[in-house]
């Protein structure tokens, strides 16, 4: 029995990305030398998968929300990071900002007290004193350290733009006017521009209407964080957090005229959440090159992932934060790894909604569930190496979800098989009518990370049963050799 890698942060695999040891994350700027993460362009996977550092790439990951920016210089960035890389996981989503106040902090219960936010903005919304002409440039260095840290150690870092979450925090949100010189008296104006189809003057004229103000100081954020983070070669930028409380048409405008604005500026990957945009496809946008989805419910979404990878043009698909969010407790830990194993057997990152990650601030409640948080990343790390680091080829296959009993199975048929058994027991494979020769197979534990019972095996027929040597969940990896 062979464990796929060593969870500790002070061990490397030759020959792979470093895990992040404690030496090798020591700078403060994005390095800018490196091709920045893009579309895989060759191949069997071309437009299924991306690509960094000249490899394919399988985004398995953690969402802290907006925890990052909520707690501030509280959170310790640098030991978050080093969590995930040292055990492989290669995504870090945030969002960028959210409405916040000292009352809507103490009674949030990851934090459970008035935590020093950081904000795009000077200013504050206890004072009303937000100052949406002043952009703070203490929160765009702090951004720049932990991207930069996270580009050492070999994570992607993912960044929703919109919309501060105006559905539940617009009494603290920088753009209401009550909390200093924001243009908006109602939650549902944020995505009310003056044009949509044209950029406003960078010069700001105090006459404008509240429209013109809102689309003005939102592009000037959104232009100061590209040109911040220009250099760094991990950064993919998510347009849009859901909004279906929004007018339909006016959120699909609004996210289609900043996918334009940040094409216009920079070759980062961009994705477009369509959850709740129907008039739009998202794989005929030249301006989208991956799309991402919120559905409700963390397993059973293998199909809908499938489906999707089938689209065409093809486009990478990402399930950016599974809903209802993990908080340690709820949904099980059972349940966050079929979520993940399902999801990246359809050919589509994953992204666990980690709010145990809080819990990188000392003082927020949440920290007290700082075992249940490690538990968390080993789950998805564990699968995050199972598929960039264990020598499966995933790039060059497709869900195939009718070769295995189960019903969840990426292939090349006839080359290479990953099954995953969610319940255990015994797995069918469905191998071509004209198999022969030999196999060889291995069956890896989604719960401890460790390969078990590698071996050759000689195939005759096109029905196969395999039984794992070990009882839970199991995934069967098989790869043929034709005589």
Known sequence: MRRLLPTSPTVLLAGLVPFCAASCCAVSICRGSEEKVR??????????YLEWRGKPLLLCGDSITQGWMECGANLDQDHYVDALASRGINLLMLWAYKGTSAEMQRSDRRIGYDAPEIIPWSGSADSSSLDLRQLNDAYFERLKKLVSRAEQCGIVVLITIHDGWTKTAFSGHPFNQACGNGPLSDRRQYVELADYDHEMSEQFDPAWSRAQKNQHYQERFCAR???ELRSCSNVIYEMFNEGEWYPREQRRKHEQHFLAFFRARCSNVLLSNTDHITNDDPNADGKVDVVSWHPQGWVGQFNRFADAFRQRPPKPCLYSEPVPEFDGQSPSLDIVRRSAWETLLAGAGWVNQNDTSFGWDSQAKYSERAALREAAYDVAGHAARFFNNSGVAFWEMEPHGELAGSGICLARPGVEYVAYAPEGGSLA??????????????????????FTQQKSIQLNGSGSSFVPPFTGDAVLHVTLRRP
């Open 39 to 48: 579309v895989l362009s060759h191949g069997p996977g071309a437009g299924h």
């Open 225 to 227: 964080l590209i040109a």
């Open 429 to 450: 494979l469905r191998l071509p009518p004209d198999v022969g020769g030999s196999a060889r197979i291995r069956w890896f534990n989604p719960r401890t990370g460790e």
